[in-house]
Structure formats: structure tokens, C-alpha cells
């Protein structure tokens, strides 16, 4: 029998909390989330159940039959050979040329979106020109490319061009030594290839490539021209080169992409013309072929044509042309018009509001089949998903106008019938929204899925107008522009539309490790725990120090040397990506690289600088024990304290519980949180600000966790808020410490309210009763807890619902619960697909119960 919230006392009356739907009373907890998949068509069905899932757990795939194709790493090296001596910018291009002109085509049963980015959907492709350490790992593996002697020899081809090569000779051993320990901070990205992009889509739904290349051929056409007026001037008329390389570079990428498009419409034709038997299935695959060779050649005429347009594009950006994590962009406005084509007018591509909410099902299981040839670290930190796909919804249009639509109803519906994990949903939330759609958000958070996250709307378009003001070109976003943001991964806020987009992640993320850091400030900079090496400057003996205050600047110090450390990396790498890793397909369909003639990876208009600060809440809970027990109540010394964490809190039982009692983070509790206060905004937040990226602006913290709160936790010795060492760390930005915020749901709200100053935004993890939640009283209780977060100028907050008693059944069971859906940090994963550890962590956060006093504060309407 389902569980059903305890009645309350409420205002003078008793409030029952029924089930909305009574035949729940009939679902057991224990496989509640079971019961909620229902895929709008058979179709849809049939696809979730062959859905080729890629997830990985502990670094390992779950699907056995999962593996690294060799198809593109052959085919970019024969075009890199047969290219040498052409300007690289002109060999990017050609290389793009190759691999689309000549890589396998797939196509699938039942499909309505076609177009996959390997030789056979089992597999992913590897990225030898970006990091050769990622590609050797997987030479290591069951899942090598096959023939593996090939696949190494062309690694080894490949290892002197390759951005990891070029990079590393700008540090000093001792630094990439510290880099790749993985333990005060992650490593760099030119040592993993992992990027993140948001393409601009836009202009190729709205223009087309055909009318791309026809600005190209004009921008090349007067460029040559100014090459040859006289008198020469040298110094104008040589910085025409580059550019010319550039804009014959985009025209050979446009017309690749537009052939590869046209060999699948060529390809469904045929399979519809010989070989289906189905006559409906014929009709649908000879409209595919219709619609391949119109688009992304053509502008897109309906919803179907935008579908399939975008899709193509982002096998293009996210895994043809160079790997790139994330589904950023703001898919309701960015389809919207397309919608009303086909379902409002029907004057193209005629369907109904449920043929849409099909589309969308069929578009997620298309991202859920998505392989990404990610290096182990990032497989180990990204349990139980495929890759970060997110895409966001929601928010306002210029002038604070409500963006919701049917077609963001459609995209929630979607996802909330066809139960994937991917792709993430991320909602903006903004007091205009209209109510229906609201409620589509609870109904996905309601029934488990841990999606969508909500971000603060207003907040995301000021922090949109902040970062404009350090553009290099004066030409950041104008205020109607803000308005146009999405996620450029779990957490960042980026800019959408037809310029000023993020082209690289070396633009913003990454991570450093706060509750390391403070370990090794704890040691001189020495990490005794893990490494058994010196990871930071010598900060001082900890025993010796009479302050609080010299504690904060010994950490202050080891934050500051990773901090421009770690910036340092991802901007050497921006630089050589610069040289040998441009992108002229994004820069032909982004407005500003066509006007200015400068390739993407180097154009910035709008700086979007951030890294993420992981394990925060494990050093701030730290340090406030710190104070208050050696510092101000001088309870112990640093001696006891250091001998204690030294020994892992053995035979410290009674010290350990008194600093495991020490206030902690999450429950309105002043004498911790302004401390904690303190330390995300004139440290974390005010040392980050010192540092300027490549585009300009100053970096400012995002805490995200991802999956790294695990495994930076297994590297983490013991810490003084009373955590053994090798125990998971904090599972977000700003989130309570499991099972730490014992003062109920809105104390939660009021702490992470006080932090305000210098971060660009922090994750907020949340588990709510689900009995509540299911009530006939769970939305309005859920709509004033987001009304108040969002009057509070909270960035961000995200939920898990799902009962103890189901998550501690999958773990017996994990067969019986394919279905179960949890938030982790950031994404969501199969529950069952997280390693055991990182399931325990889950089931550790505190779930939250109201009291009384929690709907007075958020004055609930019961």
C-alpha cells in the first residue's frame, strides 16, 4: 500500500493529505516509478524498448556490447595526411569534408529524426587530435576501436599534433603533476578532451546553409578585392588572409554538411523504394528523404524540418566535427514558431499538439542512444548517464514577458511520459510563467524524473547584462539578447541565439576541491592522505596558528594557486585551439564570425567565465567547527585536532562526536552561516573574481558536483566536520551535507538565501516526501515553496521524490526497477546504474518533511 502524508494542524484546522490519484493507494513504494512510463504511441514503445542506453557506471559501460568505433579517427587522419601545408584552418574543414563524405550512414526502424554520429549504433568515435591520453585509455579497454593496432597507430600519428601535446610544454612538471592527481582540482581539459558548445541553431533553422555560403562567397568576394586595391598597405590589407582562409573554409564545411544531409535523404529513399514492406512506414521514410535534402540546406518550413535540422547540427558540433558535451539551448522558443506552423496554422508539415509530444519522445530516445567517446575520469564522474545533456525552457521573452508555450508543454510532456534519463530539462522560473506549465514541471519533479532543475529567471538576465560589460569587441549581449539564455551545461548560464554563443568549454568549467584544499592548508600544502606529495605553496605549520583568521589565509592561498592554475590551463588551451582546432561549420552559422571574419573558438563577444567549486559545504561546515571548538570555546588545539584527523578519528570518538555537533550549514543557524557566508563570497567567490579568462571578464563560481562529490570524496582524507576520510563529499554547490540540515525545508531556503555576492550561481539539492508530494495538496505546497525560493534570489534549486523504501528495493532488486530515476548533481541518472556507493549517497540526503511552520513561512494555500 502506497504511504499517505499524516494529517496537520494547520491555521486552526486539520489538513488531510489524500492521494490525487486514489489508485495509488493500491501501488506499493517500493516500485511506485514503475508504474509511471507511459509512451505517448507504440512507436515511441518500441524505441525505448531498444533503446541502446550508453551509461556507464564506476568508469565501466553497463552494455557490454558498447564500443569505440575507429571509423572517424581513420578518416580525419587520412584527411590530416593528404592536407599537410594547407592553412589549418582549410584542413579543419577539409577533414570535416572527409568524414562526412565518406562515413557510414545510419538508419534505424521506426524512426522519425535520423542521423547517427559512428559506423553502427552500438558505437561512439574517439578524438585523437584532442587528448592522446583519453584515446590510450580506451587502447586499454574492452571497448578499443577494432583493429586495435591501427587504432594505436593512429594515436601515435597523432600525439604530437594533438591539443594535449601543444599544451603541456607551458607548465611546469611539478603543476601538470598536481593537475592530474585529481584531487585539489580536476584535471585539464586538454588532458581529456572533454568541451561543451551551444550552437547556434538559430540561423540554421531561420536562414539555411545555402544562404550561409552565399554571405561567405560575398565576405570572400570583397575581401579579395581589398587584397588587390593599390596603393598596398600592409598593414590593412594583410589581415584579409586569415580571414580568407576562413570564409573558403566555411563554404567546403557548409556544402559537406548539406551532402551528408542529402546522402541520408538519399539513403531513406532507397530503403523506402526497395526494401520496406510496410507501406505506412514507406510514406514516412520517403517524407524523411523530402525533408534530409531540404534541410539544413533550406530554411526550416515546419516542426518536422526543425526537428531533423537541429539534430543534424548537433551531430555536427557535438560529435562529428569535435567531441562536445551538453544540449544547450532554449529548445521551446528556439521550435515555437515551427509549432505554430504545423499545429496552430497546419499550413506545412500538418499534425496535432500529440504527434509533437511524440517528436519529443523520439528526440530524447535519439539523445539517450547518444555515445560520447568521454576519457575514464569523466565516465567515472557521471555515473549511471550517457553525457551532460541539457536543454532549458521556460523563462521571459524582452520586457519580462512570459516564453512558456505549447511547445514547452510538449517538451515537458514528453519527458515526463517516456521516462529518460536524458535529456536533462532545465526550467527558468520567473513569477510571469504561466501557471499550466508550472504545473508540467511538477508533475515530472512529482513523478521522480529529478528534472527539471528550476533556475532563477531574473537572475540569469542580469548575469547575462554583468558579463557584457568586459566584452573585448564592446559588443556583449543588449538587454532584449539577455533574455536568451540557456544552460550552457548542468548549472552556467550562457547566452542563445545567432551570435555571442560559448564555441568552447575553455570558456567556463572544470572544478577545484575546497575540502582538499583545506586539508592540505591543514599540512603545510602537503596531501598526506592520497598523493603523498606537496600540492600547494607551504602555507605554515597549522599547529602553530593563534587565528582563525590565519587558518582562512592559509587557505585563501592554496585556493588562489589552483585558481589560476586551472584558468591558466583551459586558456593555453583556448590559445591552441585557436591555431589547430578551429570550427568553421559553428563559425559559418554564427552572424558574428561571418561578419568579422574570425573563427569561433577566437571570437568572444559575450564572456561567460565560471568554474565549479566542488566539496564546498564539507570545508565550510570544516571550518566553522574549527572556530568554534579550537577558536572561540578553545576546547582543543590544533595539535589534538590535526593528531585526531590524522588518525582518521580513531580513538578520538569523543572529539569526533563533538565536532560532528558542531553547527552546521542548512538550518538558519547565524553563528554558521555567517561564517559560511563569509567564505563563499570573499574567498570562493572574491579570489575567483581577481582572475581574467580569454574573453575578458572575470570567472565566477558555479558549484555543481556531478558525480565528482564521489569520487573527490574517496580522495578527500578525514575532515573537521567530524567526516571520516574516503567518505563521500558534499553532493552540491551549496546543499546541506547529508542528513546535516535537521531544521526542516524552508531553514534550508533561509541559509542558502544569505549567500548573495560574487557567484554566478550554486546548486541547490532538495529531497521531498513523496507522499506530499502526491497529495491533492502537492502542487500548491510545491508552487509556494518555488514562489518564496524565487523571492528569496535563489539561483537554483533541484529535487529528488523518490521513497527510501523504493531506492533500498532497487538495491535488492535492481531488475524490477529499470524505470527508477534519481537527481545526482546536475543530470539525472538510472538509479539502478549508479555504483553502490553513490546509490548511498542518494538515499543519505535528508527527505524533507513540512511542519506547520514551514507553510506558514511559504504561506501554502491548504
Not at 148 to 154: L, R, Y
Not at 387 to 392: K, N, V, W, Y
Not at 657 to 683: C, H, M, S, T, V
Not at 774 to 785: A, L, N, P, Q, T
Request: hydrophobic share 35%; aromatic share 10%; net charge negative.
Amino acid at each position: 500500500m502506497a504511504m499517505v502524508a499524516q494529517s496537520i494542524n494547520y491555521k486552526g484546522r486539520t489538513i488531510d493529505f489524500p492521494l490525487e490519484n486514489p489508485e495509488e493507494i493500491n501501488v506499493p513504494d517500493e516500485i511506485l516509478h514503475e508504474n509511471l512510463c507511459k509512451p505517448t504511441t507504440e512507436r515511441t514503445r518500441r524505441l525505448k524498448a531498444r533503446c541502446r542506453w550508453k551509461h556507464a557506471s564506476a568508469g565501466e559501460f553497463i552494455d557490454k556490447e558498447v564500443r569505440a568505433g575507429i571509423e572517424r579517427m581513420r578518416l580525419v587522419t587520412e584527411s590530416h595526411k593528404a592536407t599537410a601545408g594547407k592553412p589549418e584552418v582549410i584542413r579543419r574543414a577539409l577533414g570535416l569534408a572527409h568524414l562526412l563524405n565518406n562515413s557510414t550512414l545510419v538508419l534505424q526502424d521506426d524512426e522519425l529524426i535520423i542521423g547517427y554520429h559512428a559506423e553502427d549504433p552500438e558505437m561512439f568515435p574517439l578524438y585523437p587530435e584532442l587528448a592522446y591520453m583519453a584515446v590510450q585509455d580506451y587502447l586499454m579497454t574492452d571497448y578499443a576501436p577494432q583493429p586495435k593496432d591501427e587504432a594505436q597507430e593512429i594515436l601515435d600519428y597523432w600525439k604530437p599534433f594533438s591539443i594535449q601535446a601543444k599544451c603541456e610544454p607551458y607548465f611546469d612538471p611539478i603543476d601538470l603533476t598536481r593537475m592530474y592527481q585529481v584531487s585539489t582540482m580536476e584535471g585539464p581539459m586538454f588532458a581529456s578532451g572533454y568541451n561543451s558548445i551551444v550552437p547556434p541553431y538559430e540561423t540554421v533553422l531561420e536562414d539555411g546553409l545555402l544562404k550561409r555560403i552565399e554571405l561567405a562567397k560575398e565576405k570572400l568576394a570583397n575581401a579579395q578585392a581589398e587584397m588587390e586595391k593599390t596603393p598596398w598597405d600592409a598593414t590593412k590589407q594583410l589581415s584579409w588572409i586569415p580571414k580568407i582562409d576562413l570564409w573558403k573554409a566555411m563554404i567546403i564545411a557548409d556544402e559537406a554538411v548539406i551532402n551528408w544531409a542529402r546522402r541520408h535523404a538519399r539513403l531513406a529513399k532507397i530503403v523506402a523504394e526497395n526494401f520496406e514492406t510496410n507501406s505506412a512506414r514507406k510514406e514516412e521514410l520517403l517524407e524523411i528523404s523530402e525533408i534530409c535534402h531540404r534541410v539544413p540546406a533550406e530554411p526550416a518550413k515546419g516542426l518536422k524540418d526543425a526537428f531533423q535540422s537541429k539534430w543534424f547540427v548537433f551531430l555536427i558540433c557535438h560529435a562529428l566535427d569535435r567531441y562536445a558535451s551538453g544540449f544547450a539551448q532554449k529548445e521551446d522558443e528556439l521550435l515555437e514558431p515551427y509549432y505554430n506552423i504545423s499545429v496552430n496554422d497546419k499550413s506545412f508539415q500538418p499534425m496535432t499538439h500529440k504527434d509533437v509530444v511524440e517528436l519529443v519522445e523520439c528526440e530524447r530516445l535519439k539523445i539517450s542512444e547518444h555515445g560520447a567517446g568521454k576519457s575514464r575520469a569523466y565516465r567515472e564522474i557521471f555515473p549511471g548517464s550517457n553525457d551532460l545533456f541539457i536543454l532549458t525552457v521556460g523563462g521571459t521573452k524582452p520586457g519580462y514577458v512570459d516564453a512558456c508555450s505549447d511547445m514547452t508543454d510538449a517538451i515537458l510532456e514528453g519527458a515526463r511520459n517516456i521516462r529518460t534519463t536524458e535529456p536533462s530539462i532545465v526550467f527558468r522560473w520567473d513569477p510571469v510563467g504561466r501557471v499550466k506549465t508550472k504545473r508540467l514541471v511538477f508533475e515530472c519533479i512529482r513523478d521522480g524524473l529529478g528534472y527539471p532543475s528550476i533556475m532563477h529567471n531574473r537572475i540569469g538576465v542580469e548575469q547575462m547584462k554583468f558579463f557584457s560589460q568586459f566584452s573585448l569587441t564592446k559588443n556583449g549581449v543588449t538587454d532584449d539578447e539577455a533574455h536568451r539564455w540557456a544552460n550552457v551545461l548542468c548549472m552556467s548560464p550562457g547566452v542563445c541565439g545567432r551570435r555571442k554563443t560559448q564555441k568552447t568549454r575553455s570558456e567556463g568549467g572544470s572544478a577545484m576541491f575546497p575540502a582538499k584544499l583545506l586539508e592540505i592548508a591543514l599540512n603545510d600544502g602537503y596531501d598526506w592522505s592520497y598523493s603523498d606529495m606537496q600540492l600547494g605553496p607551504k602555507t605554515g605549520n597549522a599547529a602553530d596558528f593563534k587565528t582563525f583568521d590565519e587558518l582562512l589565509e592559509a587557505f585563501r592561498k592554496q585556493y588562489a594557486y589552483v585558481s589560476s592554475l586551472v584558468i591558466r590551463a583551459k586558456d593555453v588551451m583556448r590559445h591552441f585551439e585557436c591555431q589547430v582546432m578551429q570550427m568553421p561549420f559553428v563559425s559559418s552559422i554564427d552572424d558574428g564570425c561571418m561578419e568579422l571574419g574570425i573563427d569561433s573558438v577566437e571570437l568572444s563577444e559575450q564572456p561567460n567565465g565560471w568554474h565549479n567549486p566542488i566539496t564546498t559545504v564539507v570545508a565550510a561546515n570544516s571550518l566553522v567547527a574549527i572556530k568554534k571548538l579550537v577558536f572561540d570555546e578553545k576546547k582543543y588545539t590544533m595539535k589534538q585536532l590535526l593528531d585526531a584527523l590524522h588518525a582518521n578519528w580513531e580513538g578520538h570518538d569523543a572529539m569526533r562526536q563533538d565536532f560532528l555537533n558542531a553547527p552546521k550549514w542548512g538550518n538558519d543557524d547565524p553563528y554558521a552561516d555567517e561564517i559560511i557566508r563569509k567564505f563563499y563570497e570573499e574567498i570562493l567567490g572574491g579570489e575567483l573574481a581577481k582572475v581574467t579568462n580569454f574573453s575578458g571578464g572575470p570567472v565566477l563560481p558555479v558549484g555543481q558536483a556531478v558525480g565528482l562529490y564521489m569520487e573527490v570524496g574517496s580522495r578527500t582524507g578525514p575532515t573537521p566536520d567530524g567526516r571520516f576520510g574516503g567518505d563521500a563529499a558534499d553532493d552540491g554547490g551549496i546543499s546541506p551535507y547529508f542528513g546535516t540540515d535537521k531544521k526542516g525545508p524552508t531553514a534550508v531556503l533561509k541559509s542558502v538565501a544569505k549567500v548573495q555576492k560574487n557567484q554566478k550561481t550554486n546548486l541547490l539539492n532538495q529531497r521531498l516526501n513523496v507522499p506530499m508530494m502526491r497529495s491533492v495538496h502537492g502542487f500548491d505546497i510545491w508552487k509556494s515553496y518555488m514562489d518564496t525560493w524565487e523571492a528569496l534570489n535563489i539561483a537554483h534549486v533541484q529535487f529528488n521524490c523518490v521513497s527510501t523504501a523504493e531506492l533500498k528495493a532497487a538495491q535488492k532488486e535492481p531488475e524490477k526497477h529499470q524505470d527508477l530515476i534519481v537527481r545526482v548533481s546536475g543530470f539525472s541518472s538510472r538509479f539502478v546504474d549508479i555504483p553502490t556507493y553513490g546509490q548511498n549517497t542518494i538515499i543519505a540526503r535528508n527527505e524533507q518533511h513540512f511542519g506547520a511552520d514551514d507553510y506558514e513561512y511559504i504561506n501554502a494555500p491548504l
